[in-house]
């Protein structure tokens, strides 16, 4: 079935240091591509989402590149920030029954950020 | 500016006690869903519904029960709480998400925390 892996963490970064969070994914056709985050004690937000191949997301400089020869959606920013402490999800739609698709996520990667 | 509104947000239930979690919507959405985060899993999906009256089953069903009676609302029952349902549940909502609408957003309330002793 189609699943999505992503890496552990915790991602431990400095203030303005460049992040990577790789993300990749297995699917049969070409599934729309999200990274949601989680800030402490709150729920989940859309971060980003890319919907076909070659789509960029972006959001709060964040980005991530649908890459379908690769199978991947890796997370970027090129200066990261405290409050940019979050778990960090990576997920792909995947189609259930009567047409409507369902999210599969990721583990989760932990990002903390000091200053 | 309400968008999906989950509660309690926290709860404690002794092993065998029943309960509901509440999940409200004010955006007129079609699909609902509850999920479930574990630590090192993800989230998963629990149960949802495409509309009212029409509910479907999810990966890890089993202990859980819904029903939708209206489009706004989507309760999840717990009908006898085991341990291993502790966990965080998240409901969530959206427009249609199949076909040429599968890049849907799909937005999240913020979660309850259910813990069982």
């Known amino acids: 079935g189609n699943s999505v892996t992503q890496m552990e963490g915790p991602v431990t970064l400095s203030e303005e240091a460049f992040l990577t969070i790789n993300c990749t994914y297995t699917?049969?056709?070409?599934?729309?591509l999200f990274w949601y985050v989680q800030y402490p004690g709150e729920g989940l937000q859309l971060l980003l989402k890319?919907?076909?191949?070659?789509d960029k997301g972006s959001n709060k400089g964040f980005e991530a590149t649908y890459r379908k020869e690769t199978t991947s959606f890796h997370l970027e920013k090129g200066s990261v920030q405290v409050s940019d402490s979050a778990v960090c999800f990576c997920?792909?739609?995947?189609?259930?029954?009567?047409?409507?698709?369902?999210?599969?996520f990721g583990a989760g990667t932990r990002l903390a950020v000091h200053p | 500016n309400a968008g999906v509104t989950q509660t309690p947000k926290f709860q404690v239930l002794k092993t065998g006690q029943s309960m509901t979690l509440q999940c409200a919507q004010d955006?007129?959405?079609?699909?609902m869903s509850w999920y479930r985060q574990d630590p090192g899993m993800g989230l998963r999906l629990i149960h949802y519904?495409?509309?009212?009256?029409?509910?479907d089953q999810g990966e890890v069903p089993n202990g859980y029960n819904v029903s939708r009676s209206t489009t706004e609302d989507f309760p999840l029952r717990l009908l006898s709480a085991a341990p291993s349902q502790t966990s965080v549940y998240f409901c969530?909502?959206?427009?249609?998400?199949?076909?040429?609408?599968?890049?849907?957003?799909?937005?999240f309330g913020e979660g309850s925390w259910l813990t069982v002793v």
């Open positions: 969530a909502s959206s427009f249609r998400t199949g076909g040429s609408s599968a890049g849907n957003t799909i937005y």
């Open positions: 699917a049969t056709g070409y599934p729309s």
């Open positions: 890319a919907t076909k191949a070659d």
């Open positions: 997920a792909l739609s995947d189609l259930i029954s009567g047409g409507y698709n369902k999210l599969i």
């Open positions: 955006m007129n959405h079609e699909y």
């Open positions: 519904s495409v509309g009212a009256g029409i509910t």
